[in-house]
């Protein structure tokens, strides 16, 4: 069963930068995983926030960006704002199936 | 504008059957793979089915192999998901998803980008007795 990882939490300040990342049992993250990111708060829906990688939508603030480090997928937030404080989740693409990471728990403090 | 809207959730006990329905609008539905993705309580998502754009291929997690089934009606914009031997581990919110593509040509190379954009609020299913 493939698993992928995430930390369970980070904790940044308002104003600082975090970076988040994604790990998955078969090996290295590549972009042929696709990997997408999701931003989740309590008692919502999660919402979508990078695709393929790096690829932002059309809402997703500037202060969200994704990469490959290090063989695991990244989110990386600059410029915290205290409305980002939240779950979120990666997801990779698994031929026809997906799987989501553990989802890491961000606190802004 | 663009919608996913769950619904046939509810308290079923354990060994019964659930049929689930994500109401789709404001996009061509046939256009999309689809996805089911659940959240028990207190715990992480969970990606638990997805279904080409016209129904002919399916994929499922482990844990729902051979008890769920997911299927599409393109002429009624509606997906589904019938939820047969049901467990109390089923228990979760289960949201609906789309999944978009984009193709990208350069140099008569082609690139692909994979998005699941939209997402419904979710219906709660509780299995309990």
């Known amino acids: 069963q493939t698993v992928v990882t995430q930390e369970p939490s980070l904790t940044v300040s308002p104003g600082g930068t975090v970076t988040l990342t994604c790990a998955s049992s078969t090996g290295a993250v590549t972009s042929g995983y696709y990997p997408n990111w999701f931003q989740q708060k309590p008692g919502q829906a999660p919402r979508a926030l990078i695709y393929s990688t790096s690829n932002k939508h059309s809402w997703t603030p500037a202060r969200f960006s994704g990469s490959l480090l290090g063989g695991k997928a990244a989110l990386t937030l600059s410029g915290v704002q205290p409305e980002d404080e939240a779950e979120y989740y990666c997801l990779l693409y698994y031929g026809g199936a997906r799987v989501f990471g553990t989802g890491t728990k961000v606190t802004v403090l | 504008e663009v919608q996913l809207v769950e619904s046939g959730g509810g308290l079923v006990q354990p060994g019964g059957s659930l049929r689930l329905s994500c109401a789709a609008s404001g996009f061509t539905f046939s256009s999309y793979w689809m996805h089911w993705v659940r959240q028990a309580p207190g715990k992480g998502l969970v990606w638990v089915s997805r279904?080409?754009?016209?129904?002919?291929?399916?994929s499922y997690a482990d844990s729902v192999k051979g008890r769920f089934t997911i299927s599409r009606d393109n002429a009624k914009n509606t997906l589904y998901l019938q939820m047969n031997s049901l467990r109390a581990e089923d228990t979760a919110v289960y949201y609906c998803a789309r999944e978009g593509e984009e193709q990208l040509v350069v140099n008569q190379l082609y690139y692909y980008y994979y998005y699941m954009d939209v997402w419904g609020k979710g219906t709660t299913v509780t299995v309990s007795s």
């Open positions: 279904i080409n754009s016209d129904g002919s291929s399916t």
